[in-house]
């Protein structure tokens, strides 16, 4: 999934996890290269001496302490904003979302150099509708400070009781404006996949906003409208999708290729899996390109990744995100659990996108302050607004698919 692929801000830490399964907490290590374990008396030690003279009695709480301390062990490997230990809470909050919906503010947020990211508002939530962006830096919740916070604490303070308030302050880089933002939790529902036919053309525009449970199989449903429909190409819009289920990653790219790989895999040992294109996809010759940006991560990069390298779709916008490693979730006795990158992915060509996202074909820019176009804005349109639309990126994939089309009948 995503937590680069992604956990939830209500999310949890934002990124619903680029987690793929969940794992018994056993050892595979290899025993003769293992290091040396962790100094359990100095831990002890250290534990003897809060509880015997730290002034605020209170604030000694079993298990906060030790969370604390798996909480800061993980954080020392230094996958900021991907491996990380989540508490029994989080670990429920997580399952909410990868069914499709939870209660938050509908952001998903990632460390990123060292600070709170917000990777994209979803569709439709209380972010999008106050006016946040992709690459927005969160610096304080409720006017407190989140600067020095591990991703997990920020989430906390975000999260909530449905129908209350939370105010996020909020750094643009674009405009280098600070500013106060209040929304009002609520319970984000996830509508994974929409589709609308595009105004005076002959196209179908298809968003996918996340990759949760189902989204192949609601894929597939939108996918044969459209050939019903006769329609001749689709615009599949995968910006501001922060990833999901890596299994439904596999199973959208499968959608449009009819063979070959959707990535590969990498584990500690070095040894590379493929994941392999599966049979009987619904679009495998159906002209396409493919809308990204800045605010595409995890499991989206997988599939745009995938298509560009089967030459099967011309990726248009900006480079996504960067996010790349394939999360497995540990379960702990107590309902917690450590989500620790186990494996790295890579394109099927063998490209590392950690840290360095995917580049599209053609570079296009949209302000930040331009409404992009979808589905639900579709059906509020007529034709002559889809061509002067502000979207840039929008009328540029529609410049090219008319282009593909064209060429696709005089070489035939």
Known sequence: MAIPVALVVGLIAGKLLDQYS?????????????????????????????????VDRAAIQSTPLTYGAISGMVDALGDTGHSTFLTPDMVRQERTLTNGAYVGVGMDIQMKNGRVTIVTPFDGSPAQK???HSGDVILKVDGKSVASLPL???????????????TLTIFEPTSGNISDITMKRAKITLHNVSWHRIPGTTFGDVRIS????????????????????????????????????????????????????????????GRTTPGNVRPGGVATRTPMVVLINEGT???????????QDAHRAELIG?????TGTV?????????????????????????TIWHKGIKPDDVV??????????PTMLGTLDAAAVEHTTDTQFSAALQALTKEISTRRTTK
């Open 22 to 54: 969940r794992q018994p907490l056993v050892s595979t290590a290899n025993h003769t290269t293992d290091p040396a374990p962790p100094n359990y008396s100095l831990l002890r030690d250290a534990w003897n001496t809060i509880n015997k003279v730290y």
């Open 130 to 132: 106050a006016g946040l």
């Open 152 to 166: 997990q604490q920020v989430v906390q303070h975000i999260v909530g009781e449905i129908g209350t308030p939370v």
């Open 210 to 269: 996340e990759f949760s449970e189902g989204v192949t199989r609601d894929l597939q449903t939108a996918l044969d409208q459209i050939h019903a429909a006769g329609l001749d190409g689709i615009v599949l819009d995968l910006r501001n999708n922060p990833g999901g289920v890596l299994n439904e990653a596999i199973g959208v790219a499968s959608q449009f290729l009819s063979s070959g790989k959707v990535l590969l895999m990498r584990n500690a040992a």
């Open 297 to 307: 991560a995890s499991a989206s990069e997988i599939v745009a990744g995938a298509l």
């Open 318 to 322: 900006q480079t996504t995100f960067g």
């Open 327 to 351: 999360l497995s979730q540990f379960p702990m006795p107590d309902g917690s659990a450590l989500l620790l990158a186990t494996e790295e992915w890579l394109t099927p060509s063998g490209r």
């Open 365 to 374: 820019t949209v302000s930040p302050n331009v409404a992009l176009v979808g």
